[in-house]
């Protein structure tokens, strides 16, 4: 579909970015059913995964450069929960980022943070974690 029929987006897949257009936000998963399932008189949706709306934002560039980055972001948060040391918050967020990997096979990156919260969810965990670590621990000495 893209760019046969209409040219990349620009970003307009993307929640925050599209509010910058005039048009808004592209209904790309309805837009792709109604092409692949025409006689659908119903609303529809036609999900995709992460690579889907990068190409359809940017192309060639987007799959690349958006995959390159998305590994990056990924590993970066990976290697933070690993120095964090064991304990629940920590073994929380290694369970949902181990959720997020496997949703990215059905939606894009930037739909599953903002839809489900867990960018959200993640950035309060990380800032209770830093404000905790950096507390300093009352050092109880014990007198013979």
Known sequence: YFPETEPFLLGRTLPYVSKMFINGPFPITYI???????????????????????????GWFGVIGGGFLLGFVLQLLQTLIIR?????PVITMQAMLSYMVIMLSSVS??????????????????????????????KIRILK
């Open 84 to 88: 964090m040391g064991k304990s629940a």
């Open 109 to 138: 990156f930037p739909d599953f943070l903002e839809s489900t919260g867990a960018f959200y969810v993640t950035l309060l965990t990380l800032i209770l974690l830093l404000v905790i670590s950096t507390i300093r621990k009352p």
């Open 32 to 58: 792709i059913c109604m092409r692949a399932r025409p006689d659908s008189l119903a609303s529809c949706s036609a999900n995709a995964g992460y690579i889907g709306n990068l190409w359809a934002d940017f």
